[in-house]
C-alpha cells in the first residue's frame, strides 16, 4: 500500500496501474504477432502462399518493428513512454485489421509492415516503462508479471483462432485483434503516466513516499555521449551477439511449430493449434518463476541456463517423432524459457547501463534479435520448402542456443550500474 498525496488516502502504487496496462498491450501485441503462427497455415491454405513467403511476411513485421524499436527507445527516454504508446499503437491497429483484408503474400508483407511499425511500441518503451516504475530489486519480478501477457496472448488465441476460423475465416481473427488495439490507443493516452515523478511518487520498492525535488539533478546526456558510451561497452556487444542467435532459435520453432505439427507430423490443424496454446501456458509458468529467481541469481547465470533449456528443448521437438506426450511436453518446455528471453534481455538494459540510458540500450539491442529473426526465417522456410523437412531448420536452432548460451560466459561485470547487487554483479 501506499499514501496517494492527491486523494489523502491509502490506495495501491500507482506502479502496479501502470503494469496492468503494460500487461494488456502486451497481451495484444503478441496475439497479434505470435498468433501469425497460428494462421499461418490456414492463409498457406486459402492464399497459396509458401513457406518462405510465410516468412517473409513475418520478416516484413521484424524489418519495420526493428528499424523503429532504437527510434522508439530513444523517444521514450526523450518523450515518455506515454506519448510513444498511444501514437504508434494507432498503426498497430490498423495494419492488424488490413491483414484481414490480404489475398496473397505480397499484400499481407505490406500490411504486417505497417503492424510491425505500431509493435515497435509494445517492447522496448513497454519495458522501459515498467522498468522506471519499480525499484531494481523489483524489476525482475515486475518484468515476470509483465510478460505474462505475450504468454497468455498466445495461449488464449491458439484457443480462441481455430473457433474463429471454424465459423468464419481467418481474416476475423486480424479484425478482432485490430479492433482490440485501437480501442487501447485511447487507454494508454487517458492512463499511462512516462514515470513515477508525473504521480508525485517514487519507484515501488523503494522507500514510501512523495518523490523529493533534486537541486541540482544531473545533466542527461547528449546524443552523442549517449551512444559513446553504450557502443562502447563491450557488454552492449556480447549480449546483443548473444540476442542475435537465441531469437532465431526461437522464432523459427515457434513460427512454423503449428506448420510442422500439421503437415510434417499430420495432425489436424484444431490439435497443431494447441501446440500454440501449451507454448503460451509454458511461457506464463516460465515469466512468474525463473525472473524472480534472477534477482537473487543474476540476469547473465538466468539467460544462460535458460538458452541450454531452449536447446534442449527444440532436441525434443525433433526427437518426439509425432508422440503426443513429448512433442506437447517439448513445446511446453519451450515456452517457459521462451517467456523468460526477452525480459531477461531487456532487463540486462537496466541492470548493466544507467537509468538514463536504459530505453536507448533495450532499443538498440532489438535490431540484434530482429535481424536473427529474419534470417532464420528465410533461410528455415526456404530449407524447407526445398527439403520438404523441417529437421535441418530445428538442428540449427538447436546449435544458435547453445552459442547464444556460451556468450552469455563473456559477458563483463560493470564497475557501476543502476542494479541490485546479486543481479549485475554475478
Not at 48 to 73: K, M, Q, V, W
Not at 176 to 181: D, E
Request: contains cysteine; aromatic residues 14%.
Amino acid at each position: 500500500m501506499h499514501s496517494d498525496p492527491t486523494s489523502g488516502s491509502r490506495a495501491i502504487h500507482y506502479a502496479w496501474a501502470i503494469l496492468a496496462l503494460c500487461f494488456i498491450n502486451l497481451f495484444i501485441n503478441y496475439g497479434i504477432r505470435l498468433g501469425y503462427s497460428v494462421m499461418l497455415p490456414e492463409m498457406i491454405r486459402t492464399i497459396g502462399i509458401t513457406r518462405r513467403e510465410g516468412g517473409d511476411i513475418i520478416n516484413a513485421y521484424l524489418f519495420t518493428y526493428l528499424c523503429l524499436s532504437p527510434f522508439a527507445g530513444y523517444l521514450t527516454d526523450r518523450f515518455g513512454a506515454r506519448l510513444v504508446i498511444s501514437g504508434l499503437g494507432i498503426l498497430l491497429g490498423l495494419g492488424t485489421i488490413l491483414m484481414g483484408t490480404a489475398s496473397n503474400a505480397s499484400q499481407a508483407a505490406l500490411f504486417f509492415a505497417i503492424t510491425g511499425i505500431g509493435g515497435a511500441a509494445m517492447w522496448t518503451p513497454v519495458v522501459a516503462l515498467a522498468q522506471r516504475w519499480f525499484a531494481p530489486r523489483r524489476r525482475g519480478m515486475a518484468l515476470g508479471l509483465l510478460s505474462t501477457g505475450f504468454g497468455l496472448g498466445l495461449a488464449v488465441m491458439g484457443s480462441l483462432y481455430p473457433a474463429i476460423v471454424a465459423r468464419w475465416s481467418w481474416r476475423y481473427c486480424w479484425y478482432l485483434m485490430g479492433v482490440a488495439a485501437l480501442i487501447m490507443v485511447i487507454v494508454n493516452a487517458l492512463l499511462l503516466r512516462s514515470k513515477p515523478d508525473d504521480k508525485r511518487l517514487k519507484p515501488w520498492g523503494e522507500q514510501e513516499g512523495l518523490q523529493t525535488a533534486q537541486t541540482n539533478p544531473p545533466a542527461a546526456p547528449t546524443f552523442k555521449e549517449r551512444y559513446r558510451e553504450i557502443f562502447g561497452a563491450s557488454r552492449f556487444w556480447v549480449i546483443g551477439a548473444s540476442y542475435f542467435l537465441i531469437a532465431g532459435a526461437l522464432y523459427t520453432t515457434l513460427t512454423f511449430i503449428v506448420d510442422y505439427a500439421r503437415s510434417s507430423l499430420g495432425f489436424p490443424y484444431e490439435r497443431a493449434s494447441l501446440l500454440a496454446t501449451t507454448h503460451g501456458f509454458g511461457q506464463v509458468f516460465g515469466v512468474l518463476v525463473i525472473p524472480m529467481l534472477s534477482d537473487y541469481i543474476g540476469r547473465r547465470w538466468t539467460i544462460l541456463f535458460s538458452n541450454i533449456f531452449i536447446a534442449v528443448s527444440i532436441t525434443g521437438i525433433l526427437l518426439s517423432g509425432g508422440n503426443p506426450l513429448w512433442l506437447f511436453a517439448s513445446v511446453a518446455l519451450l515456452g517457459a524459457f521462451y517467456g523468460v528471453t526477452f525480459p531477461m534481455y531487456g532487463a540486462c538494459g537496466g541492470d548493466y547501463f544507467r537509468k538514463e540510458l536504459m530505453g536507448t540500450v533495450i532499443g538498440i539491442w532489438t535490431p540484434f534479435y530482429g535481424v536473427g529473426a529474419i534470417i532464420a526465417h528465410r533461410a528455415g522456410g526456404q530449407i524447407r520448402d526445398m527439403t520438404g523437412s523441417f529437421n535441418i531448420p530445428f538442428l540449427m536452432c538447436v546449435a544458435a542456443a547453445l552459442c547464444a548460451a556460451l556468450l552469455m560466459l563473456f559477458v563483463k561485470v560493470p564497475e557501476q550500474a543502476d542494479a541490485p547487487t546479486g543481479s549485475a554483479r554475478t
